[in-house]
């Protein structure tokens, strides 16, 4: 058994290594912030973080990066902040695919939704947009597209790049009974060309695309919302068609390595909801279609378990199995 000055001596070491982290939790931050994404360099929700991490530097006083790791469904970046020190300077940022949709659909993800972060704060929210190819679909509404489908079930196919631009397209076959075909892309920079060109006929994606309807290339059909966009009040929802429960949309979030301390994970959601309503953020919100989203400290968590359930009944109904 050990002596009771061996014991002793362990529980000093612990005892000042929490002092130490507490003594640094206050002074946070006080070195460079690295904000970890799953997009590429250049899209949308990357342009959003960038615009973030120099206001978050500004306001604090510290040096931030933004270092981009996309690929597998968001799981590289997701991977690389559940391993790093949960001291507030490695942040993940991340759509809601990481946490809501990869656990059903992903038998081996790499790390652990729940136990490998500590949540911080969701930070934007926005729905997605159903984009057609006028020339490969004659539907100029979502009644017209679901008659138009019902017509010729095998003809029709769309484009997904993840489960979460997967998703209303499932339910829009469960609520109508119609059958499309799905088509998988690694992202929606190889999607959108390929709708354009007409090797796929429908895409879901979000605001970003709209660019496309302005000039004719595409027809939007309707919004996954529970109401109209301000950034497109002429759409009609689903909803309004009478297509149910197709309120599914994207929200990123800001999550920290388990067991961040609470003075951090406060003093970041402080950085963060005032970076979220700076004025130059207003480029990157209408660009994608999106909203400022913020929680309190400690929302986040419940509001993640909520929404993974439900994606997960949804995804089981579709019959997806986990890869």
């Known amino acids: 058994m050990p002596s009771f ?52 530097a ?26 790093a020190a949960p001291d507030g300077y490695t942040v993940l940022v991340t759509g809601n695919v990481a946490f809501t949709g990869n656990p059903h659909v992903y038998k081996k993800l790499g790390y652990d939704p729940v136990k490998d972060f500590t949540p911080v ?10 984009y057609v190819n006028p020339q490969k679909v004659p539907a100029t509404n979502i009644t017209e597209l679901v008659k138009l489908i019902q017509k010729d079930p095998a003809k029709y196919s769309f484009g ?29 920079a190889s999607a959108t060309p390929d709708l354009l060109s007409g090797q796929i006929d429908m895409l879901f994606t979000d605001f970003s695309a709209w660019t496309f309807v302005n000039s004719g ?31 599914i949309g994207f929200w990123l979030a800001a999550y920290l390595p388990a067991h ?12 963060l ?14 660009a994608s279609g999106t909203f400022e989203f913020l929680m309190p400290v400690g929302e986040l968590a419940k509001f993640q378990a909520k929404e993974r359930a439900a994606w997960g009944q949804i995804i089981r109904s579709a019959g997806i199995q986990p890869e």
């Open 217 to 247: 290339k595409l027809r939007a059909i309707g919004v996954t919302d529970l109401k109209r966009s301000p950034y497109a009040p002429e759409l009609p929802t689903f909803e309004e068609a009478g297509v149910k429960g197709m309120d």
């Open 58 to 83: 500004r306001e604090a006083g510290v040096p931030t990066i933004v270092e981009n790791r996309p690929g597998a469904g968001s799981i590289l970046a997701a991977q690389t902040v559940a391993r």
């Open 5 to 56: 000055r061996t014991a002793l001596r362990a529980v000093t070491a612990i005892v000042g290594i929490a002092a130490a982290f507490t003594a640094s939790a206050q002074t946070y931050p006080a070195k460079l912030i690295t904000f970890v994404v799953p997009f590429a360099a250049g899209a949308a929700p990357d342009v959003f973080v960038r615009t973030i991490a120099r206001d978050i």
């Open 260 to 271: 961040a301390p609470a003075p951090v994970v406060a003093r970041l959601h402080q950085l």
């Open 121 to 130: 704060t969701t930070l934007s929210k926005g729905p997605m947009y159903l």
């Open 160 to 188: 997904y790049t993840s489960i979460t631009s997967r998703l209303p397209a499932e339910v829009l076959q469960q609520s109508t009974g119609v059958k499309i075909l799905g088509v998988p892309y690694r992202s929606g």
């Open 273 to 286: 909801s005032k970076a979220t309503q700076a004025p130059e953020l207003k480029p990157s919100y209408q």
